[in-house]
Nanobody, 124 residues
């Protein structure tokens, strides 16, 4: 199972970007899915995540009211709409998912999968 992000780039402060994350593979379902970011010299942190089977969303306080996580259904990509971007939003953004993958019945396993990351740079 793989996650592939896209949509990063360079934007001026106050601008917007939309990131996408697509999951590919076989015989899997997604338990949780979200976005994390890692700024230079800092630890990776949560940005926004679907929990409880997608029925709840948690946002980092620093992005509430500016970022929106969205997903139409489990078969479609997940998006992160980022508005009113600030220089402190500059980071590599990662897609993350906890996945259940079916093996030879009745076996299955849970995997935590990360995308390769996409760089977002916000200039002042």
């Amino acid at each position: 199972v793989q996650l592939v992000e896209s949509g990063g780039g360079l934007v001026q402060a106050g601008g917007s970007l939309r990131l996408s994350c697509a999951a590919s593979g076989s015989s899997f379902s997604i338990k949780t899915m979200g976005w994390y970011r890692q700024a230079p010299g800092k630890q990776r942190e949560l940005v926004a995540v679907f929990t409880s089977g997608g029925s709840r969303i948690n946002y980092a306080d620093s992005v509430k009211g500016r970022f929106t996580i969205a997903r139409d259904n489990t078969k479609n990509p997940m998006y992160l709409q980022m508005n009113s971007l600030k220089p402190e939003d500059t980071a590599v953004y990662y897609c993350n998912a906890e996945i259940r993958q079916d093996l030879y019945p009745p076996n299955y396993r849970y995997l935590e999968v990360w995308g390769q990351g996409t760089l977002v740079t916000v200039s002042s």
